[in-house]
């Protein structure tokens, strides 16, 4: 009897939230595997989503807790208190919509005002900062007056990772007087090239210089470590967004820490990125860019591990929007095309998904034929209020509705709850009553609408002829008719726990690191280039460790190796994503930061050089086979962005060769004939982006 272990002493705990807009869900997960063990949701939770959201998190957590110890496991042990319960959970990962819903709303009064400051000497001028936001957001992110929002300096990197010039020290101090004169407190620093190996020492000089001068108050974004690849503008525009979001992250951040503490955790805790792996808290002040729309990858990720589901569509249908993603071996698809946030380029990862206005509380309104629309707009977390819908005596018909009162099987679940829920208000009998007033052929013509709606969603994100297997996860899955298979769907999918999958994918996220290297070849020599390939790959693996991965689950996808053409000699990208199971044991360590020793991001060129600063997440290795050309030459990019009428002549393109220029002669023509789609397009955009251009004066 000594060597007794109670079973819940052997659980290894993690704490899984997602935070909708409409609902928070949070699930508390036994971790442990080996022997045949799969990792198993021990209690689950949805509560309405908080219109503070801090708030409604600390209580989602605590009634998953409190529904814990009614499980026998702690019922035979005397587990009595959820104290004794949080005292073990090893880490709690939150993934939160309330950073990208700050600048998608254009929230001014929760965005910080930022200048910029651009190191590229006399070139890349033609396309400034800020540019490229939509009017509406750059008010609310650009330092006013905008003519003192922008700076340029000289500084930055050749494609070879050669100096344009060197930074100009006594320029760079007469800029930061001038910026403490106007008062800025939020800057970004970006530097053509600054991404390439070792070609981060320009933003890192400048940062100190500038932190020298207006003081410790100065909050600094370097875009080398906020955005991967290449391209100046969409990098840029990145740490522009991350700058911005900065005090509101980390005054969420105290506020979750704040409430985990007085629930009694004593662990760690982190965010999790929009590519689904994790971030520390601590880390997520500073890159809050990098864990504002995790919610469809959370939800993708979740739906494999609960079906082990490999290859098909996924659909996460909540309270007020229906995501769909596609997931390729296991892992969500990456977006292969241009990747835009409110209007705005970026070059982050981001998985290929598809929204829609679909949800349980979305809006359900007839015209004068009885013809259904349904959504955008929803009741949100105003659900079960007077405001909110039938079912809940509310004022307003929603989706939800429909779902009870067509007598579909896939609504019991919702109509038993709200029977309980009208038992416990002594108002039984008023939802029928209520419901009956729609009139049983707009309720038909509505479910028929609601059916539509997600076939057509289904086709969009599948891309091809072939039936998949549709996943249907989040409490708002009793939307679709699984009784029903429309064409194109092999067979539709569901588990017990699929209400709860995106906070079942957030308790599950990995450690995971992207890793950028550039080598050159002096003769194509085959045996030199395995030896840089397999010192780029120890480089990945020793870097995913550091980052917080333990070290026997490192998995590397790789390498995704890619040809610069137009270049002298054998010079190539290379591009490795290694992936692993959080080291619980070295997590205080590594996540107890201290927070001052981040404000400047601060390291040397040798671990911060490149753009996720250690936790960069991993895609499909499958999606990533193609991937679309970057901009490896000039970084400003004014084809892509539009700017091309001074490019195509002979004036600005001095230093092209002929078929530079035809190609963006060429470029130019089939975007002023609106085949913007053209398969030429790409083609002659390939050509265009892999010539070097040396020097590109003013637009």
Wanted: charged residues 25%; proline residues 4%; aromatic residues 6%.
């Amino acid at each position: 009897m000594s060597d007794y272990v109670p079973e819940w002493q052997q659980w290894k705990l993690y704490i899984g939230v997602d935070v909708g807009g409409t609902n928070t869900d949070a699930v508390l997960m036994d971790g442990r595997t080996g022997d045949g063990r799969r990792p198993t949701v021990l209690a689950k939770h949805k509560k309405q989503t908080s219109e503070d959201v801090t708030s409604g998190v600390a209580n989602c957590i605590q009634c998953t807790l409190q529904k814990c110890l009614e499980l026998p496991a702690c019922n035979r042990d005397g587990v009595t208190s959820v104290d004794q319960l949080s005292s073990r959970v090893l880490r709690v990962c939150i993934g939160t919509t309330h950073f990208v819903n700050a600048i998608v709303q254009r929230r001014g009064d929760m965005l910080a005002k930022v200048t910029v400051l651009r190191l590229c000497g006399k070139t890349s001028r033609g396309v400034p900062p800020f540019c490229d936001f939509p009017a509406g957001l750059a008010r609310c992110v650009q330092f006013q007056p905008a003519a003192k929002s922008i700076h340029y300096a000289a500084g930055g990197h050749e494609y070879n990772a050669k100096p344009m010039s060197e930074v100009d020290v006594e320029e760079i101090r007469r800029i930061a007087k001038q910026m403490k004169d106007d008062g800025v407190r939020h800057v970004v620093v970006s530097a053509v090239f600054s991404t390439l190996h070792r070609c981060n020492t320009h933003e890192l000089q400048v940062a100190e210089i500038l932190r020298d001068i207006i003081g410790s108050k100065l909050s600094i974004t370097l875009s080398h470590q906020v955005a991967g690849g290449l391209g100046l503008l969409e990098r840029e525009n990145a740490a522009i967004m991350n700058e911005s979001l900065r005090p509101l992250c980390a005054q969420t951040v105290r506020a979750f820490a704040k409430a985990l503490d007085n629930l009694g955790f004593r662990c760690p805790f982190f965010l999790t990125k929009n590519d689904g792996t994790l971030i520390s808290a601590s880390r997520a002040k500073n890159l809050p860019v990098l864990a504002f729309s995790s919610g469809p990858t959370n939800s993708i990720r979740g739906a494999h591990f609960l079906t082990l589901v490999t290859d098909g569509v996924v659909i996460d249908l909540g309270g007020t929007t229906s995501d769909a993603g596609y997931i390729q071996n296991g892992y969500p698809r990456q977006a292969s095309s241009e990747v835009r946030v409110a209007g705005v380029s970026v070059n982050f990862t981001m998985p290929d998904t598809l929204s829609i206005g679909l949800g349980g509380g979305s809006h359900v309104e007839f015209d004068d034929v009885d013809s259904a629309t349904v959504g955008p707009l929803s009741v949100g977390y105003k659900l079960e209020t007077a405001d909110g819908a039938y079912i809940f005596n509310g004022s307003r018909l929603t989706a939800s509705d429909v779902a009870v009162a067509s007598g579909r099987a896939c609504a019991a679940p919702l109509r038993e709850y709200v029977e309980r829920e009208e038992e416990r208000k002594g108002t039984q009998g008023t939802c029928e009553q209520r419901l009956a007033t729609v009139g049983r052929a707009r309720v038909d013509a509505a479910w028929q609408r609601i059916q539509c709606m997600v076939t057509d969603l289904i086709d969009v994100v599948k891309g091809s002829n072939d039936n998949v297997t549709v996943i249907l996860v989040g409490g708002g899955s009793i939307l679709v008719d699984t009784s029903s298979v429309p064409a194109g769907v092999a067979r539709f999918v569901t588990h017990k726990d699929s209400d709860v999958a995106n906070a079942v994918g957030a308790a599950l996220g990995q450690i995971g690191f992207v890793l950028e290297r550039n080598y050159e070849l002096p003769d194509n020599d085959g045996e030199l280039r395995r030896k840089f390939l397999d010192e780029f790959e120890e480089e990945a693996r020793s870097r995913c460790e550091k980052a917080g991965a333990l070290k026997s689950t490192i998995a590397i996808h790789g390498p995704i190796e890619l040809r610069m053409g137009y270049m002298p000699g054998f010079r190539y990208r290379v591009t490795y994503f290694a992936v692993g199971d959080v080291d619980d044991s070295a997590q205080i360590d590594l996540h107890h930061e201290d927070d001052d020793a981040l404000d400047l991001f601060q390291g040397d060129g040798a671990d911060k050089d490149e753009a996720t600063g250690g936790a960069a997440g991993l895609g499909s290795p499958q999606a990533k086979r193609v991937p679309s050309p970057e901009p490896l030459l000039a970084e400003e990019d004014p084809v892509r962005l539009g700017k091309i009428h001074s490019i195509a002549s002979p004036a600005v393109c001095k230093d092209f060769k002929l078929i530079e220029y035809l190609s963006a002669v060429a470029y130019v023509g089939l975007l002023q004939h609106g085949l913007s789609k053209h398969p030429l397009v790409w083609l002659v955009s390939v050509m265009q982006r892999w010539m070097p251009v040396f020097y590109i004066e003013q637009l």
